[in-house]
T-cell receptor, first 114, second 109 residues
């Protein structure tokens, strides 16, 4: 099992550019998440999905969009990149959302917007 | 007040030392609690869940105090490989995990 994979590992964008961060998991988890982590801060939930075709906003969804067409894939789209979106982005998945279900994280994408 | 608060550290300890971290949470209705470990420039990984009765996994012991709304992590006989950031994570409701900013631990020879 590869677990949760993310591409790209690093990216530099110019203000106003768009990009998609890819996330794939091979554990057949229904639940998937996107977080961002700023220096010295905790992870903030951007969007999450409880299954194919179902997504919902987290704490900080502005400036991002997601889709979930398959169980395995959960891409995150930045439409008009801004310097405030400079961060490390982590995708995660879990078997379910409640109780003591572990979230498995991908290796992260380091994004810089200049 | 932040929903989950941790002392950022760093905690600098020698090998073999015992070190303890606390984490406070604001929502008394919080349902489940975790400690995750994050190595420098890596993804978080689950270290242990925290049960009401407390739990132990080798050198690591986690405790929950619901009355005072804090959880703790005790590491005994610290190893160099324990150097990392430890994230306190609280499940506020079924759809939301709140991550603390983390406590940095540096174990030196």
């Amino acid at each position: 099992n590869a677990g949760v994979t993310q591409t790209p590992k690093f990216r530099i964008l110019k203000i106003g550019q768009s990009m998609t961060l890819q996330c794939t998991q091979d554990m057949n988890h229904n639940y998937m998440y996107w977080y961002r982590q700023d220096p010295g801060m905790g992870l903030k939930l951007i969007y999450y999905s409880v299954g194919a075709g179902i997504t919902d906003k987290g704490e900080v969804p502005n400036g991002y969009n997601v889709s979930r067409s398959t169980t395995e894939d959960f891409p995150l789209r930045l439409e008009l990149a801004a310097p405030s979106q400079t961060s490390v982005y982590f995708c995660a998945s879990s078997y379910s959302m409640g109780g003591y279900n572990e979230q498995f994280f991908g290796p992260g994408t380091r994004l810089t917007v200049l | 007040r932040k929903e989950v608060e941790q002392d950022p550290g760093p905690f600098n300890v020698p090998e073999g030392a015992t070190v303890a971290f606390n984490c406070t949470y604001s929502n008394s209705a919080s349902q489940s609690f975790f400690w995750y470990r994050q190595d420098c420039r890596k993804e978080p990984k689950l270290l242990m869940s925290v049960y009401s009765s407390g739990n132990e996994d080798g050198r690591f012991t986690a405790q929950l105090n619901r009355a005072s709304q804090y959880i703790s992590l005790l590491i005994r006989d610290s190893k160099l490989s324990d150097s990392a950031t430890y994230l306190c994570v609280v499940n506020m409701n079924k759809r939301k995990l709140i991550f603390g900013a983390g406590t940095r631990l540096a174990v030196h020879p």
